[in-house]
Each structure stands twice: as C-alpha cells, then as structure tokens.
C-alpha cells in the first residue's frame, strides 16, 4: 500500500486547462505502474490513463486520447495528468492509483489510490 495525495483539481470552463499531480509522500513511486481514474456521479470509475515505471508506456481512454497527458517525475515521486480542452463530460472525481502490475488498465489492478480530486468543467 502507498500514500497517494492528488491535488489540482479545480472549476474550469469548457476549452480550458487543468494539470493535476499525485503524490507520494516518503515513498518511491518508481517501482509501481501508475494509473488515473475517475468517477462521476451515478457513474462507475473509470480509466483515464496509464503509465509504466519508468514513463516509457502509455495508454489513453479513447474519450481523452489527444487531449490528456500522463507524466510522471520519479525523482520528485510525482505522477501528473495534463488535461487540455476540457468538455462538461469530463467533470468527475478523478483518482489516482498505483499498481505492482504491468500494463493493466484495469481498477481491480490497482492496490493504492488517493482520496480524489473533483475536476468540474462549466459549458
């Protein structure tokens, strides 16, 4: 288990931008895949995206693909998404996460998540 604090989420007006970071604490986050979720009301959590340990692999869903950026700083023990040309369907509680796996896009993979950070997007 890992420590995770997100931070960055805010209200944005459609077309704009936001960048969000997660954290960990006093640990590594080196060794661990990393992952961002999010989950909107009445809605099941979802996959945002993913990167490998080293940032050498990525993987997008289909509705952000082209319009976020997964990034991680590993000597800063930080993971962040950019998110550009935000869209009201993008308002959601967003996690982050970790995982001992490879490549997997799946929640159930993922062992450690933050608390969350709502990204509220106005039209």
């Known amino acids: 288990q890992v420590q995770l604090v997100e931070s960055g989420g805010g209200l944005v007006q459609a077309g704009g931008s936001l960048r969000l970071s997660c954290a960990a604490p006093?640990?590594?986050?080196?060794?661990?895949?990393m992952g961002w979720f999010r989950q909107a009301p009445a809605k099941e959590r979802e996959f945002v995206a993913r990167?490998?340990?080293?940032?050498?692999?990525?993987t997008y869903a289909d509705s952000v693909k082209g319009r976020f950026t997964i990034s991680r700083d590993n000597a800063k023990n930080t993971v962040y998404l950019q998110m550009v040309s935000l869209k009201p369907e993008d308002t959601a509680v967003y996690y982050c996460?970790?995982?001992?796996?490879?490549?997997?896009?799946?929640?159930?993979?993922?062992?450690?998540w933050g608390q969350g950070t709502q990204v509220t997007v106005s039209s």
């Open positions: 996460a970790a995982t001992v796996l490879s490549y997997t896009t799946q929640v159930r993979d993922y062992g450690s």
């Open positions: 006093g640990r590594m986050l080196s060794t661990y895949g």
């Open positions: 990167i490998s340990t080293r940032g050498g692999s990525t």
